[in-house]
T-cell receptor, first 114, second 114 residues
C-alpha cells in the first residue's frame, strides 16, 4: 500500500472549517484513500473514503486532486469534540472482495480551540 | 445494534505470562482484524481472521496467535509476554465481500506488562 505524509499537528478555531492535508504521491490506480480519526483513549473511527471523485457524508468532505497524489479532509464546522488524531490511509481494493488491512501512519493531531 | 465489543478493558500481567483478549464483531460482520497500538503511535496490523482461518498477518512473532469462532467472535493470544507488548490492542470488524468498505473498531484492551 502507498505511503502517506501528513503534518504532525494542526490547530483550528471552533466553528471554522478544518482542512487536513495528505500526500500520497505513490498511489496506484486501484488504491482508495481512507480517513479515520482517533479520539483520545478510543478506537479509531471511520470518517470517509474515496477513489478519485470528491466525496461528502454527514461527517466530512474528501477532496482528491485530479492526479490523485494528494487529498484534503474537510470538517466544515469544527467543534471541540473533533479534537483527535486524524489518519490518512491508502488501501488497496481487491476486486475479489478481500478486505486488506489498514496501514496507519502517525497521523495529524487536530486541536480545535474554543 | 451493538458495535464491536472487547474484553477486558484493562489488564495487567507480568513478563513471561500469557494473555487472552476477546472481541465480538459488529452484528452482520464476518471478518475480524487485530491491531496493536503502542503509546504515541498509530495502530499496527497483527492479523486478520475470516471463516475461522488466519488470512493475513503483519510483522509480528509467533508468540501472537489467534482464533475465530463459528459465531465470528475472536481471541488474540500472546505468549511469553515482554515489556514491549504493553499497548492498546484493538479489534476491528468488517464484511469481507463488501469490498472497499470501512472497518469498525472496538474500544480496545489496554495491556500493561510489568
Amino acid at each position: 500500500d502507498a505511503k502517506t505524509t501528513q503534518p504532525p499537528s494542526m490547530d483550528c478555531a471552533e466553528g471554522r472549517a478544518a482542512n487536513l492535508p495528505c500526500n500520497h504521491s505513490t498511489i496506484s490506480g486501484n488504491e482508495y484513500v481512507y480517513w479515520y480519526r482517533q479520539i483520545h483513549s478510543q478506537g479509531p473511527q471511520y470518517i470517509i473514503h474515496g477513489l478519485k471523485n470528491n466525496e461528502t457524508n454527514e461527517m466530512a468532505s474528501l477532496i482528491i486532486t485530479e492526479d490523485r497524489k494528494s487529498s484534503t479532509l474537510i470538517l466544515p464546522h469544527a467543534t471541540l469534540r473533533d479534537t483527535a488524531v486524524y489518519y490518512c490511509i491508502v488501501r488497496l481494493y481487491l476486486s475479489s472482495g478481500s478486505a486488506r488491512q489498514l496501514t496507519f501512519g502517525s497521523g495529524t493531531q487536530l486541536t480545535v480551540l474554543p | 445494534d451493538a458495535g464491536v465489543t472487547q474484553s477486558p478493558t484493562h489488564l495487567i500481567k507480568t513478563r513471561g505470562q500469557q494473555v487472552t483478549l476477546r472481541c465480538s464483531p459488529k452484528s452482520g460482520h464476518d471478518t475480524v482484524s487485530w491491531y496493536q497500538q503502542a503509546l504515541g503511535q498509530g495502530p499496527q496490523f497483527i492479523f486478520q481472521y475470516y471463516e475461522e482461518e488466519e488470512r493475513q498477518r503483519g510483522n509480528f512473532p509467533d508468540r501472537f496467535s489467534g482464533h475465530q469462532f463459528p459465531n465470528y467472535s475472536s481471541e488474540l493470544n500472546v505468549n511469553a509476554l515482554l515489556l514491549g507488548d504493553s499497548a492498546l490492542y484493538l479489534c476491528a470488524s468488517s464484511l469481507l465481500l463488501a469490498g472497499a468498505n470501512e472497518q469498525f473498531f472496538g474500544p480496545g484492551t489496554r495491556l500493561t506488562v510489568l
